[in-house]
Nanobody, 119 residues
Framework: VQLQASGGGLVQAGGSLRLSCAAS????????KGWYRQAPGKQRELVAL???????RYGDSVKGRSTVSGDGVKNTVYLQMTGLKPEDTAVYYC??????????????WGQGTLVTVSS
């Protein structure tokens, strides 16, 4: 399974962004999909997650400013963020927890896309 993310870049404070991620490979099922981020010198943290295509979870720092969505057929996940702040600057990682042909349930991570918010 491979994840390909896109949509990062330089954004002004107060602006918005949309990240996209597509999973490819012999995927049998997806239990979770979403986004994590890691700022310089900090631990990776949850941004937004879709669980079993039903429940969503958001990190405290992005609640009310973020919307995660996905397409279960296409194995894609999107992140829409508004009201961006300089502290949102981080590398954003796409994440899937999935079962693929010949492999049990496991986590997969995208290569990371850098989001820089300028003040």
């Amino acid at each position: 399974v491979q994840l390909q993310a896109s949509g990062g870049g330089l954004v002004q404070a107060g602006g918005s962004l949309r990240l996209s991620c597509a999973a490819s490979g012999n995927i049998l099922s997806v239990n979770q999909k979403g986004w994590y981020r890691q700022a310089p010198g900090k631990q990776r943290e949850l941004v937004a997650l879709i669980i079993s295509d039903v429940t969503t979870r958001y990190g405290d720092s992005v609640k009310g400013r973020s919307t995660v969505s996905g397409d279960g057929v296409k194995n894609t996940v999107y992140l829409q963020m508004t009201g961006l702040k300089p502290e949102d600057t981080a590398v954003y990682y796409c994440y899937f927890y999935a079962r693929s042909l010949g492999t049990g349930d496991r986590a997969y991570w995208g290569q990371g896309t850098l989001v820089t918010v300028s003040s």
